[in-house]
């Protein structure tokens, strides 16, 4: 039986993605990290409607019968958190971030806050889709020097030790790619406001 | 090698022989330094068959990669002994100045062994270790003794004992530069069993350090982090750790009084507005340190650095006391005497309610402020109800027909916090190795401050996962070696890469949380070779049975038993929390002992 509390965190943040435009109606994914298993949203349901029976709870190193259930991309949630120190995973599609990843290969913010707080985001390309070990592995291992990544084309996936947390680079990295899209069509010479800014590349 | 020193300074006080040798660096990379490097020399040297104030027991200092960096707050030290007064895996950590000069004289570790004849002490400069006589300096006082030894605008600092230790108190601590101590779980009594008074120590050697240019910006943008974040950048500097006390009251999750209730009436007087406001003098810092929580405090009769957050609630909350300047003047002699502050306060906060319920015979009541000092003083000198004081309470509440007032996770006394309103803090101090301590992760930033983010204090599930990454994080931290607030405003993610500038090394964040979860289960191996068991993975039967009290938490009690089966499962350990061949094989740590035949007896 998963607490209501979790269910609540699951509800809201589903719900801000949504609203948020960061994924469409069936899109996206969450999950948590309860000791050695993961809570993960059920597959085919809507995260921005969620309801309790919406949330499949399995082992992370082990099938069970929730397996059954769960989300396609319950592999790479897995491969996570056997990879990194995440308790807590958001994937989402923000749009101006994934239109970025189709012509970079790192995704370095201009703006002030997403300098101080991501750096740098890498993109990783893998043409085999969600629910595959290829790209379960490819995504752990970008995720283990990096919070948030993105996958070109797809998403990104972002890691923290709560969803708030998690939610908050993806919704960071959005904006920021917002931003950036703003300057290029304004198109005027751009002024380097940040001492040291030739680190943020070197992340 | 950058970072590392790459070298041993060994000691035998029985013998006199002083050696130098080379720190293995396939040891450093899997346990990096500090606590870490502290507690897998502690293993090969210190097993169960050492009495801990014996002269087989050994005194480890260690320094981290970082120490000595400039990093922010790259100043702290360590010592890992085997704990008189638990009989755990033992390691307490101090800041100031004497962890950047013991990297700076070129030494990673100095182990000290044996028993010297007569009372002596150490002085490390760069050109020369030697042993001194110190029988003219027994029986001084910490601040007396680090004035006549050390100083000269900190090129030399000194870590000694004072009475509480050279009277082998099991709440003794070995004090740093008079007003600082590596304090919990009695090293000081090591220290004074060894009749060692003093270690003083000069350097010199600058820490080398592989990429400059990434190291630079890593500064850079630390110094951003520490200087946004409110914690940091504001309450810290301006209340000391001190500004915990109102924020812990007020969600009911504040000791008072041996832990018969979790709120305190007199929390503003004793909080770190009041002192602020009524006692500050100034701050102050550790070197390398941009946050200045230190406070320097004058009563009528004293002045001296602190008192911290968790000396005012021990000589506070925890005694019921709300007259701040005996507090102030209860640490400045707590620190003279060379005591743990925290054990000092909740074993008289103990000793309050034996005498109250008539186990003792003494006049010692909650609110009596007045008898503090004298108390301490008995403590140290070990005079009339003092002696049993001094060692500690479980020994002392056993000793009179009470052991469940005894405030204690494995014989080491609580901290401030009542775990009845942190759901969290529960299962980490009842799982801490070296007994209960906030400092082996603490989960005040998740469910107090909302660092990095808030979660919901009272949920039961699912805590496990927060504590383990906690508890992992902070035995990292512990062994780089750096200061647990500045982890509260920079994520591990930017230690991880410090390291590996500094080093040539390449950790990633989760490479960093592994070697913490390696040292984790490395304590927890040592203490089940001593014979330690699932059995005292627990706390004080008040905050299981007797619901909370007060306000926001009134009603509650921890509800441990869910939490402890899914963190043992969580952390690849059996039934009996015991780590599994699987765990062990996976952390590099297989072929040591488990001792799992002795723990399923």
């Known amino acids: 039986m998963i607490d209501e509390r979790i269910f609540e965190t699951f509800r809201e943040i589903g719900r801000d993605l949504y609203a948020a435009d960061m994924i469409s109606s069936h899109g996206g994914n969450l999950s948590i990290r309860l000791g050695d298993?993961?809570?993960?949203?059920?597959?085919?349901?809507?995260l921005g409607n969620l309801k309790p029976q919406d949330l499949v709870e399995t082992r992370i190193d082990k099938n069970d019968s929730g397996v059954a259930l769960a989300s396609t991309e319950l592999l790479v949630h897995r491969t996570i958190y056997q990879q990194t120190p995440a308790l807590a995973i958001v994937h989402c599609h923000p749009r101006t971030a994934i239109a970025f990843s189709?012509?970079?290969?790192?995704?370095?913010?201009?703006?002030?806050?997403?300098?101080?707080?991501?750096?740098?985001?890498?993109?990783?390309?893998?043409?085999?889709?969600?629910?595959?070990?290829?790209?379960?592995?490819?995504?752990?291992?970008?995720?283990?020097?990096?919070?948030?990544?993105?996958?070109?084309?797809?998403?990104?996936?972002?890691?923290?030790?709560?969803?708030?947390?998690?939610?908050?680079?993806?919704?960071t990295l959005e904006e920021s790619c917002q931003i950036a899209l703003a300057v290029k069509l304004i198109n005027e010479p751009f002024i380097e406001y940040r001492k040291n800014s030739e680190g943020y590349g070197k992340w | 090698m950058?970072?590392?020193?790459?070298?041993?300074?060994?000691?035998?006080?029985?013998?006199?022989?002083?050696?130098?040798?080379?720190?293995?660096?396939?040891?450093?990379?899997?346990?990096?330094?500090?606590?870490?490097?502290?507690?897998?020399?502690?293993?090969?040297?210190?097993?169960?068959?050492?009495?801990?104030?014996?002269?087989?027991?050994?005194?480890?200092?260690?320094?981290?990669?970082?120490?000595?960096?400039?990093?922010?707050?790259?100043?702290?030290?360590?010592?890992?002994?085997?704990?008189?007064?638990?009989?755990?895996?033992?390691?307490?950590?101090?800041?100031?100045?004497?962890?950047?000069?013991?990297?700076?004289?070129?030494?990673?570790?100095?182990?000290?062994?044996?028993?010297?004849?007569?009372?002596?002490?150490?002085?490390?400069?760069?050109?020369?270790?030697?042993?001194?006589?110190?029988?003219?300096?027994?029986?001084?006082?910490?601040?007396?003794?680090?004035?006549?030894?050390?100083?000269?605008?900190?090129?030399?600092?000194?870590?000694?004992?004072?009475?509480?230790?050279?009277?082998?108190?099991?709440?003794?601590?070995?004090?740093?530069?008079?007003?600082?101590?590596?304090?919990?779980?009695?090293?000081?009594?090591?220290?004074?069993?060894?009749?060692?008074?003093?270690?003083?120590?000069e350097g010199k050697e600058k820490t080398g350090i592989a990429d400059q240019e990434k190291y630079k910006f890593l500064v850079y943008e630390t110094r951003k982090m520490l200087a946004a974040n409110p914690l940091t950048s504001q309450a810290l500097p301006e209340f000391g750790t001190v500004v915990m006390m109102n924020l812990v009251n007020n969600i009911g999750a504040l000791s008072t009084r041996n832990f018969l209730h979790n709120q305190f009436e007199g929390a503003e007087d004793i909080s770190g507005e009041?002192?602020?406001?009524?006692?500050?003098?100034?701050?102050?810092?550790?070197?390398?340190?941009?946050?200045?929580?230190?406070?320097?405090?004058?009563?009528?009769?004293?002045?001296?650095?602190?008192?911290?957050?968790?000396?005012?609630?021990?000589?506070?909350?925890?005694?019921?006391?709300?007259?701040?300047?005996?507090?102030?003047?209860?640490?400045?002699l707590a620190n003279d005497l060379g005591f743990d502050t925290i054990s000092a306060g909740n074993t008289i906060g103990c000793a309050m309610e034996l005498s109250e319920k008539r186990f003792i015979d003494s006049d010692l009541r909650f609110g009596r402020g007045d008898l503090l000092a004298r108390t301490l003083e008995d403590m140290a000198y070990r005079r009339d109800l003092g002696a049993d004081m001094a060692e500690?309470?479980?020994?002392?509440?056993?000793?009179?027909?009470?052991?469940?007032?005894?405030?204690?996770?494995?014989?080491?006394?609580?901290?401030?916090?009542?775990?009845?309103?942190?759901?969290?803090?529960?299962?980490?101090?009842?799982?801490?190795?070296?007994?209960?301590?906030?400092?082996?992760?603490?989960?005040?930033?998740?469910?107090?401050?909302?660092?990095?983010?808030?979660?919901?204090?009272?949920?039961?599930?699912?805590?496990?996962?927060?504590?383990?990454?906690?508890?992992?994080?902070?035995?990292?931290?512990?062994?780089?070696v750096l200061c647990k607030f500045t982890s509260m405003a920079v994520a591990d993610e930017y230690f991880a890469r410090v390291l590996s500038a500094v080093t040539g090394i390449k950790y990633a964040t989760g490479d960093l949380i592994r070697v913490g979860e390696r040292i984790w289960n490395l304590e927890r191996l040592y203490n089940l070779r001593e014979g330690f068991t699932n059995k005292e993975d627990t706390l004080p039967l008040r905050l299981l049975n007797e619901p909370a009290p007060d306000g926001a938490t009134r009603g509650w009690v921890v509800h441990l038993e869910p939490m402890l089966k899914e963190y043992y499962r969580a952390r690849g350990w059996n039934e009996l929390g015991i780590p599994t061949a699987q765990k062990l094989v996976e952390l590099e740590l297989d072929g040591m002992q488990t001792g799992e035949k002795e723990n399923q007896r």
């Open chain 2, 392 to 480: 500690g309470s479980l020994r002392l509440a056993t000793k009179y027909g009470a052991p469940e007032l005894s405030m204690t996770v494995k014989g080491l006394e609580m901290p401030a916090y009542d775990p009845r309103g942190m759901q969290g803090q529960g299962l980490l101090l009842a799982t801490s190795n070296r007994g209960a301590c906030h400092m082996r992760g603490n989960m005040l930033g998740l469910e107090v401050l909302g660092l990095p983010k808030m979660i919901d204090r009272f949920q039961v599930q699912g805590k496990s996962s927060y504590v383990i990454l906690n508890q992992n994080s902070s035995a990292a931290i512990d062994s780089l």
């Open chain 2, 274 to 332: 009041t002192l602020t406001e009524k006692y500050l003098v100034k701050n102050d810092a550790c070197w390398a340190c941009p946050i200045r929580c230190t406070r320097i405090s004058k009563t009528d009769k004293v002045k001296g650095e602190g008192p911290e957050f968790q000396t005012t609630w021990a000589f506070g909350a925890q005694c019921g006391i709300a007259d701040l300047a005996a507090i102030i003047e209860a640490n400045c």
């Open chain 1, 37 to 46: 298993h993961v809570v993960i949203k059920r597959r085919g349901s809507m």
């Open chain 2, 2 to 201: 950058n970072g590392w020193s790459e070298k041993i300074l060994d000691i035998d006080l029985t013998t006199g022989s002083i050696k130098t040798y080379p720190l293995d660096m396939e040891m450093a990379r899997l346990y990096v330094g500090g606590r870490g490097l502290g507690t897998r020399l502690l293993w090969d040297l210190v097993g169960p068959q050492v009495d801990t104030l014996s002269p087989e027991n050994v005194l480890i200092f260690t320094n981290g990669p970082l120490t000595g960096t400039g990093y922010q707050t790259s100043n702290r030290f360590s010592v890992s002994t085997k704990s008189p007064l638990t009989g755990t895996v033992l390691d307490a950590n101090s800041g100031g100045f004497w962890g950047m000069q013991f990297k700076k004289a070129g030494y990673d570790v100095l182990i000290v062994r044996g028993k010297a004849e007569k009372p002596v002490y150490i002085e490390i400069k760069p050109e020369q270790v030697s042993l001194h006589d110190a029988m003219e300096l027994w029986g001084m006082r910490v601040n007396a003794l680090t004035q006549k030894l050390g100083q000269e605008k900190n090129h030399r600092n000194v870590l000694c004992i004072g009475p509480a230790g050279e009277n082998l108190s099991r709440i003794a601590a070995i004090m740093n530069d008079g007003q600082r101590a590596l304090a919990r779980g009695g090293p000081g009594a090591v220290m004074g069993s060894k009749n060692l008074k003093a270690i003083v120590i």
């Open chain 1, 102 to 171: 189709l012509s970079r290969d790192e995704i370095v913010p201009i703006d002030n806050e997403a300098s101080y707080l991501l750096k740098k985001v890498p993109v990783v390309t893998e043409e085999f889709p969600s629910g595959t070990p290829q790209m379960a592995e490819k995504v752990a291992q970008a995720l283990q020097n990096y919070k948030i990544i993105m996958l070109r084309g797809h998403g990104s996936f972002a890691i923290g030790q709560t969803l708030d947390e998690a939610f908050f680079w993806s919704s």
